[in-house]
T-cell receptor, first 113, second 112 residues
Framework: GESVGLHLPTLSVQEGDNSIINCAYS??????FIWYKQESGKGPQFIIDIRSNMDKRQGQRVTVLLNKTVKHLSLQIAATQPGDSAVYFCAEKGAGTASKLTFGTGTRLQVTL | NAGVTQTPKFQVLKTGQSMTLQCAQDMNHEYMSWYRQDPGMGLRLIHY???????DQGEVPNGYNVSRSTTEDFPLRLLSAAPSQTSVYFC???????????FGSGTQLSVL
């Protein structure tokens, strides 16, 4: 079946730098994408989402980019802070009410001082 | 608002024991679901419910039962625990019209 995956298991970034976390998806029919942040021992927290009719969406210090041509999703975090250290994972959903979110395995972001 | 509340936070069971993981949400969400999270794997859907009295199987339903008698509560039952059910379990909810899921803080279950 279709799957969503992340390229790197761990990303180390210096405090103050920008972080880019990538996600590849294989279902060309997916029309909704979402990023979650999960801190150790906690449940996933919503960061930002985007629909397939958009290429870019911005939130507070975060930007999600969607490239449908190569089926690639990225999360950019500006001015990375120690509190951003966590596992980040993406999920995608196909069109239709019966479709469910499919989650990637996650990338661990480590912020160094 | 408390959001999605899960209890217990930790649980250790012996093989063959039964237990119920509790989940409650106070956001009046129609949709509720249970996921398990295992190392190296994405969240996998166990069971879900689109409203009170309605439940359906997800990707990995074997060994688990659910019921939805109220909008607020969605318990997950393990009838006869097996070591393969050692995992972290998350309950999540959302409105009927939005895809964004809200997650609880999780239950870490170990089956010996």
């Amino acid at each position: 079946g279709e799957s969503v995956g992340l390229h790197l298991p761990t990303l180390s970034v210096q405090e103050g730098d920008n972080s880019i976390i990538n996600c590849a998806y294989s279902n060309s029919a997916s029309d909704y994408f979402i990023w979650y942040k999960q801190e150790s021992g906690k449940g996933p927290q919503f960061i930002i989402d985007i629909r397939s009719n958009m290429d870019k969406r911005q939130g507070q210090r975060v930007t999600v980019l969607l490239n449908k041509t190569v089926k690639h999703l990225s999360l950019q975090i500006a001015a990375t802070q120690p509190g951003d250290s966590a596992v980040y994972f993406c999920a995608e959903k196909g069109a239709g009410t019966a479709s469910k979110l499919t989650f990637g395995t996650g990338t661990r972001l480590q912020v160094t001082l | 608002n408390a959001g999605v509340t899960q209890t217990p936070k930790f649980q250790v069971l012996k093989t063959g024991q039964s237990m119920t993981l509790q989940c409650a949400q106070d956001m009046n969400h129609e949709y509720m679901s249970w996921y398990r999270q295992d190392p190296g794997m994405g969240l996998r859907l166990i069971h879900y419910s689109v409203g009170a009295g309605i439940t359906d199987q997800g990707e990995v339903p074997n060994g688990y039962n659910v019921s939805r008698s109220t909008t607020e509560d969605f318990p997950l039952r393990l009838l006869s625990a097996a070591p393969s059910q050692t995992s972290v379990y998350f309950c999540a909810s959302r409105t009927a019209l939005k895809e964004k899921l809200f997650f609880g803080s999780g239950t870490q279950l170990s089956v010996l």
